[in-house]
T-cell receptor
Framework: GESVGLHLPTLSVQEGDNSIINCAYS??????FIWYKQESGKGPQFIID?????DKRQGQRVTVLLNKTVKHLSLQIAATQPGDSAVYFC???????????FGSGTQLTVLP | NAGVTQTPKFQVLKTGQSMTLQCAQD?????MSWYRQDPGMGLRLIHY???????DQGEVPNGYNVSRSTTEDFPLRLLSAAPSQTSVYFC???????????FGSGTRLTVV
């Protein structure tokens, strides 16, 4: 899951398995959340978003779950592929004027 | 559409020098932001703009200036570079609030 500091949490999964990446967000007033994927040397890429009036949202091979009671967000990736190897960030709209605030990221490594 | 274009991709500055990081988007997005990313950490908001002529400070604005004279462009100025500003800088845009940001590919800045 997400944490503050210089060392990224890591998650290693076998190719074909499902991945679950967790994020604890900070602000109970946040009502919009996004997951981003960042490959080495590239900018963050939008994966999926969810608003606080929903508990679950599905995309292509990805599902985001939101638990507002415990301020927890998760990203599930089905049938993880080598191309899914990247750092994954969650973000919430808790910043100035509802700008996005990012977590520190989780490094996902897909093993052959 | 080119999306969000950042220049330069790499830059080395000496302490005390000034420079401008360029950001342009061709999606007619109203919202634009600058983030910095330090090793092993998430993205931190420097400045943002909710439309032409309107800018405001984010989480880490000190040492940076911005202006937004057109919808398309949102340059970031370093007034007097310091080693603490060594980082990767990302520009992002969004059509509206609480919508997924599109990120540029980043500018890697080293201050020596």
């Amino acid at each position: 899951g997400e944490s503050v500091g210089l060392h990224l949490p890591t998650l290693s999964v076998q190719e074909g398995d499902n991945s679950i990446i967790n994020c604890a967000y900070s602000n109970s007033a946040s009502d919009y959340f996004i997951w981003y994927k960042q490959e080495s040397g590239k900018g963050p890429q939008f994966i999926i978003d969810i608003r606080s009036n929903m508990d679950k949202r599905q995309g292509q091979r990805v599902t985001v779950l939101l638990n507002k009671t415990v301020k927890h967000l998760s990203l599930q990736i089905a049938a993880t592929q080598p191309g899914d190897s990247a750092v994954y960030f969650c973000a919430e709209n808790s910043g100035s004027a509802r700008q996005l605030t990012f977590g520190s990221g989780t490094q996902l490594t897909v093993l052959p | 559409n080119a999306g969000v274009t950042q220049t330069p991709k790499f830059q080395v500055l000496k302490t005390g020098q000034s420079m401008t990081l360029q950001c342009a988007q061709d999606m007619n997005h109203e919202y634009m932001s600058w983030y910095r990313q330090d090793p092993g950490m998430g993205l931190r908001l420097i400045h943002y703009s909710v439309g032409a002529g309107i800018t405001d400070q984010g989480e880490v604005p000190n040492g940076y200036n911005v202006s937004r004279s057109t919808t398309e462009d949102f340059p970031l100025r370093l007034l007097s570079a310091a080693p603490s500003q060594t980082s990767v800088y990302f520009c992002a845009s969004s059509p509206t609030l609480n919508y997924g940001y599109t990120f540029g590919s980043g500018t890697r800045l080293t201050v020596v």
